[in-house]
C-alpha cells in the first residue's frame, strides 16, 4: 500500500466537503500522508476516474445527477484498482449491505467517524480492495479477443460465437459482442431478437456507457455466456463513435474474464478502436489462396496501425471440401503467424444449432465441430503475448 494515499471525495455539499478535510487534516497534522481531490457530480467524478488513478473513492451516493445504489453501480466500472467507500447521511442497515454487494470495501455513516478512525478506515480500505486484486488468479485477468473475417462469408461470426461458448464452458464469464454497423447474424443464429443491443448505445455517448447500460442489453445463454447483438433494423444501422466502441469493451472487459468480439470490416474506423482494445486478434479466412491473400492485406493493416504479428493468429475454415484446398503449413508460413485450428466442414451441425438457437458447442459437445472449437480455444491462451500478458499481472 503506497505510504501517500490518493482519495476522490465525491460529495455534492461544500459544508460536509470541507469538514471532512479539515477533519483528515487535523487528524493528520504537519505531515499529510492523504490528498482529498473533490468533486460535487457523478459524472465530474466518472470524468476524472477516466483520465486519473485514484486510491481511494469517499463516494455520496445521493448526488444531483444520481441516487442511492445506482450511483455506485455506475461509478464501479470506472474505478479502476481504487477502494470504493460508500459515505451517506443514511444508517440504512439494507443500504449498507447493497454496497457492500456491489463491491464497496467499507460503508462509513456521516457524523458517526472521526477523523482518526476515518483515516484508518481508509487504510484499510485500500489494503482491502489491493488484497483482492493481488489474490485474483494471473489467468482471470480480463482479456479481450477479436475475430475478423478477412473476406467476406469466411463464418466469422460462427467461430467468434462459438469460442464464446467455448469458453463459457471452461467456467470463464463471457460477454460476446457482435460489433457490427448493421444486421449480423448472432440474432438468427439464436433465434432471438433482442430488445435493446448495441446501437442504442450509440446515443447515450461514451460518457454514459457503464455496466448497468450494457447490463441491460445483453441476452443471457447457458454457462454465464451473455451476448450483446449488433443492430437488427435500417434506422438502426451505422459506424459507432470510436469513442463508443472504447467504452464499451472497456466496460465488458470489467464485467467478464472474457469478452469476444465479432469484428467489423478492417477498413473501418470501428475496427481500429477495437483491435487497439484486443489482447489478440484472431484472422479468419477459407483455405484458398483468396483467402490468404486477403488475410496478408489484412496484417499490413495491422502492422500499419503499429499492432505486432505476435497478437495475431489465424483460423483456418473449410465451409467447404475444395478439391485443391491450399496446405496448413504453406498458410502458415506464407501468413508469418500461428494457425490456431482448422474448423472442419459442419453445414448439418451448424443448422441443428440454428434450428435450436443454440451454438454448436453447447449443442452437440462431442461432435468434431465442437472438439475442434475447443481445442483451439485453449491454445489461442498460450500466444506468446497472453503468456506475457498472464505473467505479468
Known amino acids: 500500500m503506497p505510504d501517500k494515499l490518493k482519495v476522490l471525495l465525491v460529495e455534492d ?3 460536509t466537503a470541507d469538514s471532512v478535510q479539515r477533519m483528515i487534516a487535523v487528524a493528520e497534522g504537519p505531515t499529510p500522508t492523504i490528498a482529498i481531490e473533490r468533486v460535487d457530480t457523478l459524472e465530474r467524478a466518472l470524468d476524472r476516474l477516466d483520465t486519473s488513478p485514484f486510491d481511494a473513492i469517499l463516494l455520496d451516493l445521493n448526488l444531483p445527477d444520481s441516487r442511492g ?25 439494507e443500504l449498507a449491505s447493497g454496497a457492500l454487494r456491489e463491491g464497496a470495501e467499507e460503508f462509513l455513516v456521516k457524523g458517526d467517524v472521526s477523523g482518526p478512525a476515518m483515516i484508518r478506515r481508509l487504510r484499510l480500505a485500500v489494503e482491502r480492495r489491493q488484497t483482492r486484486i493481488q489474490e485474483q488468479p494471473a489467468d482471470v485477468r480480463p482479456m479481450v479477443l477479436g475475430f475478423a473475417g478477412v473476406k467476406g462469408g469466411s463464418g466469422t461470426t460462427t467461430v467468434a460465437l462459438n469460442v464464446a461458448a467455448a469458453l463459457a464452458k471452461q467456467n470463464r464469464s463471457t460477454i460476446a459482442i457482435e460489433l457490427q454497423p448493421c444486421y449480423g447474424t448472432f440474432s438468427y443464429q439464436l433465434k432471438h431478437v433482442p430488445t435493446a443491443n448495441l446501437s ?7 460518457g454514459k456507457i457503464d455496466e448497468a447500460a450494457i447490463e441491460a442489453r445483453l441476452y443471457n445463454l447457458p454457462l454465464g455466456l451473455r451476448v450483446l447483438f449488433g443492430p437488427q433494423q435500417p434506422a438502426e444501422f451505422g459506424d459507432l463513435d470510436p469513442s463508443v466502441v472504447e ?32 489482447q489478440f486478434v484472431a ?25 505486432g504479428q505476435l497478437t495475431s493468429g489465424a483460423v483456418i475454415v473449410n465451409r467447404t471440401m475444395a478439391l485443391t484446398p491450399m496446405v496448413i503449413n504453406e498458410i502458415a508460413t506464407q501468413l508469418g503467424c500461428t494457425i490456431l485450428g482448422s474448423v472442419p466442414p459442419a453445414t448439418d451441425v451448424c443448422a441443428r444449432g440454428h434450428q435450436a438457437g443454440s451454438p454448436v458447442v453447447f449443442l452437440e459437445s462431442e461432435c468434431t465441430f465442437s472438439n475442434v472449437v475447443m481445442e483451439m480455444t485453449k491454445g489461442i491462451f498460450d500466444q506468446p503475448s497472453l503468456r506475457a500478458g498472464r505473467s505479468a499481472n
Open 13 to 15: 455539499n461544500p459544508e
Open 69 to 93: 445504489l445506482e450511483t455506485l453501480s455506475r461509478l464501479r466500472s470506472h474505478r479502476g484498482n481504487a477502494a470504493l467507500i460508500v459515505w451517506t447521511a443514511s444508517e440504512d442497515e
Open 200 to 206: 442504442s448505445l450509440k446515443a447515450l455517448g461514451a
Open 247 to 278: 467504452a464499451v469493451i472497456k466496460t465488458a472487459s470489467r464485467m467478464a474474464e472474457r469478452v469476444v468480439i465479432d469484428l467489423p470490416a478492417p477498413s473501418s474506423a470501428m475496427a481500429l478502436a477495437a483491435i487497439r482494445r484486443c
Open 283 to 307: 484472422m479468419v479466412l477459407e483455405r484458398d489462396p483468396t483467402g490468404v491473400h486477403a488475410a496478408k492485406m489484412f496484417l499490413q493493416l495491422l502492422h500499419s496501425w503499429g499492432i
